[in-house]
């Protein structure tokens, strides 16, 4: 997936370590979002992290 987002444009990448949504995307779930990005497998609700270093998680757990 990460390939063709590539190809069409939708990711670019900036340097070697650094990529770019141009557009908006949903992806099918939070794991998929983390996965492509990060270029390997990911779970979504612990790899996102907001800036008081709360998971997609942590609301859930409530």
């Known amino acids: 997936m990460r390939d063709l987002l590539v190809e069409d444009g939708t990711l670019v990448k900036l340097d070697n370590s650094h ?3 141009t557009r908006d ?9 983390a996965s492509v990005l990060a270029g390997t497998n990911y779970n979504g609700r612990t790899a996102r992290v907001d800036s008081k270093g709360r998971t997609l998680k942590s609301p859930q757990a409530n």
Do not use: I, N, R
């Not at 995307?25 to 979002?33: G, I, M």
């Open 19 to 21: 990529l770019e949504l």
């Open 25 to 33: 995307y949903v992806f099918a779930s939070p794991s998929a979002a």
